[in-house]
């Protein structure tokens, strides 16, 4: 009975969260495959984040130091982006860490058709952010807000395609005080994407 419940309540959620991006085919004399298969996922909103595919050495967008390498593929027939960062400077490393910062995420569309990404860094922290495509900035910007140690907060994370082949990509957050007013918006990191092609040997700093 466990099981049979199970598997039936795992295929109605796969359904239910999956639908709006499988197209129905019509079936002849209950064969399956009659019908040529179109992929959603080579279709926007799915391709809305493809100029971020590829090999990336990361600058600070101000100083032209190398922050890291950030390494971006499409997975699972074009459905999912995935990151792989890897930091190349000691910021962001916890006090005693025997390694610098890395992280991975991922990307997908959820069925109302925004884009999600999780972001989980080493040392296990994880953020979940929701956004699309901004047409007033030219690029993806994605957000989210919570709390932390009782402080709530909001952050935006932005990749604008640049027209020489690069990507200016930023954070920002603000947080709000006890009184209810927010902060400014204050950058976090402020990134310079150039294709790992373009790039000669990397100067790598040691702050």
Not at 142 to 164: M, R
């Amino acid at each position: 009975m466990h099981s049979k419940f199970s598997t039936a309540a795992f295929a109605a959620t796969i359904a239910i969260t999956s639908a709006p991006a499988i197209p129905t085919h019509a079936q002849s004399d209950g064969a399956t495959g009659d019908a040529a298969y179109s992929n959603p996922c080579e279709a926007a909103p799915f391709t809305d984040f493809d100029f971020w595919v590829g090999d990336w050495v990361a600058f600070d967008y101000d100083t032209d130091v190398v922050q890291g390498i950030d390494r971006i593929q499409k997975l699972n027939d074009g459905c999912t982006v995935w990151q792989d960062w890897t930091q190349m400077t000691d910021r962001f490393r916890a006090p005693g860490a025997p390694e610098r910062y890395a992280g991975v995420s991922m990307s997908s569309v959820l069925p109302d058709g925004k884009w999600q990404q999780v972001w989980v860094g080493r040392g296990g922290g994880t953020i979940t952010l929701q956004g699309g495509l901004n047409d007033e900035m030219g690029g993806m910007v994605i957000e989210t807000n919570g709390a932390s140690q009782g402080t709530q907060f909001e952050l935006k994370w932005h990749w604008i395609p640049e027209e020489n082949g690069e990507i200016h990509s930023w954070g920002e957050a603000r947080t709000k005080a006890e009184d209810g007013e927010w902060s400014d918006f204050q950058i976090q990191w402020n990134l310079r994407y150039v294709p790992r092609a373009n790039v000669g040997p990397l100067k790598v700093s040691v702050e």
